[in-house]
């Protein structure tokens, strides 16, 4: 028997609440009758995000990869109800009609994450980010109001960078470990370092130096995202986990090479809180 709609709902937070404790929370910010589509879109982006950390060759990512490309073309193979985010997602698709071609690209970008390859330049990093965490804020305000969603891509565009490279600071230790940088080559090649150079990290001054300009490319988008309008009471919501990004960034400037050892993080209960604040002040 397939998982009725509250079972979905229930197994899609509980896997965030395990994997993604910030998205479980605002989905617990959002209307109550959302949660459930809301807990599938962003459990399937978790998913994704995640794929490199459990596996350890790009071969069976890649794998993991075609089962969600399969599952949004309509050429799965087999049932998806042992699946419960697969299962949400395709119900979430269907009820809050859902493009579905950001969906797949969200997919097709996380085949970078896959390899040790370089992020060349700035507006590739750009371009990841808006396919990624852009696209799942944007996909977010569309379940919560259709009708507000379209006027607020900008802002979401540039929330999504800022929140992007925020993220990247955060999982500088692990990637570093593994030989894996997002910080783009170009703003490496500004301060005076190549990929190497920084995953060697000898030259703290440099590495610092590139630290602050990655924050500030944040920084950047963060201010545009705030100058491109206020965010519509409905749509809030969607943008809460990028309200957690201030921080981080300005902690990464601090740490400088620190934050190849330090967790940038916040408190669980300073995220909460500041989430609830933006909530209310509609602000990010």
């Known amino acids: 028997m397939a998982d009725s709609p509250i079972d979905t709902e229930t197994l899609c937070l509980d896997i965030l609440r395990d994997i993604d404790r910030d998205r479980y929370l605002a989905c617990l910010l959002s209307p109550k009758e959302k949660r459930g589509a809301l807990a599938a879109l962003y459990a399937f982006n978790a998913e994704l995000a995640r794929i490199r950390d459990l596996v350890h060759e790009p071969l069976p990512g890649e794998i993991r990869l075609q089962y969600w490309r399969d599952l949004l073309s309509g050429g799965a193979h087999g049932s998806t109800e042992a699946n419960p985010i697969a299962a949400g997602l395709l119900n979430t698709v269907e009820t809050y009609r859902l493009p579905i071609e950001p969906l797949q690209a969200m997919v097709e970008a996380r085949l970078f994450d896959l390899y040790d390859d370089a992020m060349e330049s700035r507006s590739m990093f750009e371009g990841y980010a808006g396919e990624t965490a852009s696209a799942l804020i944007q996909l977010a305000a569309v379940i919560l109001d259709p009708t507000q969603a379209a006027g607020c891509a900008e802002i979401a565009g540039h929330a999504g960078i800022a929140q992007s490279v925020a993220g990247q600071m955060l999982l500088m230790p692990r990637q570093r470990a593994r030989g894996q940088i997002f910080i783009p080559l170009d703003i490496l090649s ?5 990929r190497d150079g920084f995953l060697a990290g000898i030259d703290g001054a440099r590495i610092a130096a590139s630290i602050d300009a990655f924050a500030g490319l944040g920084f950047e ?21 990028a309200s957690l990004a201030e921080p981080v960034l300005k902690s990464a400037r601090r740490a400088g090479i620190g934050v190849f ?13 500041r989430m609830f604040k933006a909530s209310t002040t509609r602000s990010i």
């Open 190 to 194: 500004a301060t005076g370092l190549d």
């Open 221 to 241: 988008h963060l201010q545009k995202a705030r100058r491109a309008g206020r965010i519509p009471a409905s749509l809030m919501p969607a943008f809460l986990t």
């Open 261 to 273: 050892s330090r967790d940038l993080r916040p408190s669980q209960w300073r995220r909460q809180w």
